[in-house]
């Protein structure tokens, strides 16, 4: 999922700067290269915004002054050809302040910071499916509803993944840890191609697992993490 951004600069090849630097990272997409502090308001009504660069000198309202006034303010990084402002852009809580003109380097340095107070991005989907005990896998062109406790394990193969259930087996194009991401905590990774439903272990010793007649081998990586979470 890409970053939102907002470019806010009176000065148009700073604005032009900026969105060059931008169209060369996949991860940000910017949503807007406003004139003043004036438009950026009414565009910030409209969409929701994970960081916005703000030149601090600009005619009409000041940069710093628009961004006080905010109620509900994304991420700012401060862009001014003016040294001076410093310290009052980082009381702000800003991200960064580049002064002007900026280089890439300086501006990918700043993106790297902004992503290191990012926290993980969970879509509101999954998080509804987590809070449902549920999930809906894409099968055959069709969305196929699997409910946690129906799961015995998961098996890597390769690309995809076979889900083991109660009634069922499933093949599903994900890769094994992306799917673990969809799941809730009573999944278990014992190995680098297995998941197991913990609810559904009958047996088990330090080499592997017992879900009713099917043997599940646990992995050298993950011995540790099975010991504290199932004991053994």
């Known amino acids: 999922m890409a970053y939102k951004c907002i470019v806010v600069d009176d000065e148009e090849l ?8 931008l169209s060369q990272l996949e991860n940000y997409e910017l949503v807007a290269s406003c004139a003043s502090a004036i438009e950026a308001h009414q565009l910030l009504k409209q ?17 710093v002054d628009f961004f006080k006034n905010l109620v509900n303010k994304p991420k700012v990084i401060f862009t001014t050809a003016y040294r001076d402002y410093a310290v009052e852009g ?5 991200v960064d302040y580049l002064l002007k003109p900026i280089s890439f380097a ?19 989907e999954i998080q509804k499916e987590k809070e449902e005990d549920f999930i809906f896998i894409r099968i055959d062109r069709k969305q196929v509803k699997i409910h946690f406790d129906d799961i015995l394990y998961i098996e890597s193969l390769k690309d995809y993944v076979k889900i083991h259930t109660t009634d069922a087996r499933h ?31 009958t ?28 004991g053994g």
């Open 90 to 94: 980082f009381e702000l809580d800003a």
């Open 171 to 201: 093949v599903a194009k994900y890769g094994i840890t992306a799917f673990q991401e969809l799941l809730d905590s009573r999944f278990l990774r014992t190995h680098r191609s297995y998941i197991v439903n913990r609810d559904k272990i």
């Open 203 to 230: 047996a088990y010793t330090t080499l592997d697992i017992e879900i009713g007649a099917v043997e599940i081998p646990i992995g050298e990586h993950y011995k540790k993490k099975v010991k504290e979470i199932i």
């Open 14 to 21: 700073a604005r032009r700067l900026l969105t060059n630097h």
């Open 47 to 63: 969409h929701q915004v994970d960081l916005m660069f703000l030149d601090i000198e600009m005619p009409v309202l000041k940069g």
């Open 106 to 124: 300086r501006f990918f340095k700043s993106l790297e910071k902004f992503e290191s107070q990012q926290t993980p991005r969970i879509t509101k």
